[in-house]
């Protein structure tokens, strides 16, 4: 079964630009998250996605937006982009949310590097 | 505001001793922790869980404790390895929500 796959795996892109990133979840997976990761700061939630609806929302500005299509892939795109957006983004799928003993597998991340 | 709190961004251990990673949090509604562990370049990999009505979880070498009166989480490894030094995230789950800490990076001195 493949696992989380997201896309690029890096990434250089030049201050006030815009990026969009991918996530294809595991097979049958329908939950998908979106986390930044910067040193110091863990993992910071971004949203989470269910069945193309966005359920939760996490403390990010609204340059950060993303969506999800009907065969769960999803892509975050992040807009005017800024130097202290230079993080690893990572995306983790899980099979049913609301069950309590689900656990969320992550993809390998995106190093976005803003210059 | 942090609802799950790493307050140790780092350990050392030597090889064969035991490494305690430590982890608190505030929401009395979360009904699922985990434990994940990252190498650089890689995404986090799924290590050990323990659901909110149990107070151990046992797998190999490593354990996980939970402590819900103290709010507490910990994650025993023993005997440590070498291949064991990367950075730990615990989280915890309310609903399927995940919340992360911010990480501790374990060092195991061969």
Redesign the interface.
Known sequence: KAG?T?TPRYLIKTRGQQVTLSCSPISGHR?V?W?QQTP????Q?LF?YFSETQR?KGNFPGRFSGRQFSNSRSEMNVSTLELGDSALY?C?S?L??????????????T?LTVV | DQQVKQNSPSLSVQEGRISILNCDYTNSMFDYFLWYKKYPAEGPTFLISISSIKDKNEDGRFTVFLNKSAKHLSLHIVPSQPGDSAVYFCAASEGGQFYFGTGTSLTVIP
């Not at chain 1, 049913?96 to 991340?109: L, R």
């Open positions: 989380v997201q939950s998250s986390y110091g700061q863990g993992l939630f989470e939760n990572l983790a899980s049913v949310p609301e069950k309590t003993g689900t656990e969320a597998f992550f993809g390998q991340g190093r």
